[in-house]
């Protein structure tokens, strides 16, 4: 993926902070800007590990966890008809919509590598973890008969191992944002197969 940096750290108004979009009206950028029903479903299980995770281990009420829902929810939102402006149109459209600064910060870091935007803050760096490695369990599931049923870490792990599988999942990544948000790998992995979105 050879995006380029968005060329900028601070996003959005600070005078804007704690606004998000209602339920449906980000349910309607997503189906508005997605077409890709793949791409959507890798979407909205970021957003549903995003949630998860700030309930269980931010320990957030309702309102916190549906902030981070909506950063999974929408950090790819212009990956599908804008593949060339990545990040830029979803930051500028949420900036536009007045979003809290916190959401549209962690939709700019989670590829540190092409945007160019470091993640700081533990929304930040979970959605950098979650965004990748979901996408490499959900691969793994299609290809077992049960699906998520009976799934282990150390499936997912040989896996990870293998290159030629899901081969457009970058381990390297993987790795750096379990080390920057302080992970072990096994723990990362244990949590987004314990709490994926079936589909």
């Known amino acids: 993926m050879e995006i380029l940096p968005l060329g900028r750290t601070t996003f959005g108004n600070p005078a804007n902070a704690g606004n998000v979009l ?32 700030a309930a269980e281990n931010e320990k957030l009420d309702e309102a916190g966890q549906w902030r981070w829902e909506l950063a999974g929810l929408l950090h790819d939102a212009d990956w599908d008809l804008w593949p060339e402006l990545h990040c830029r149109k979803i930051i500028e459209e949420l ?19 092409y945007f160019g935007v470091e993640p700081e803050s533990n929304m ?4 950098y973890a979650f965004d990748e490695l979901s996408g490499l369990v959900h691969a793994y599931s299609l290809m077992r008969p049960d699906g998520y049923a009976g799934m282990d870490v150390k499936g997912v792990k040989k896996r990870l191992k293998e290159k030629s599988f899901a081969a457009n999942v970058s381990r390297e ?3 750096d944002a379990c080390m920057r ?7 990362l992995i244990g949590f987004v197969v314990a709490n994926q979105l079936q589909h």
């Open 22 to 53: 209602s339920k449906e009206d980000a349910n309607a950028l997503l189906r508005e800007w997605v077409k890709n029903e793949k791409l959507q479903l890798h979407m909205r299980q970021v957003g549903h590990l995003m949630r998860c995770w």
């Open 181 to 187: 948000a302080g992970i072990a790998q096994d723990e």
């Open 95 to 113: 900036e536009r919509l007045q979003v809290d600064p916190e959401i549209i910060r962690a939709i700019a870091s989670h590829g540190p590598r």
């Open 173 to 175: 990544d993987i790795q």
């Open 124 to 127: 930040d760096k979970m959605l």
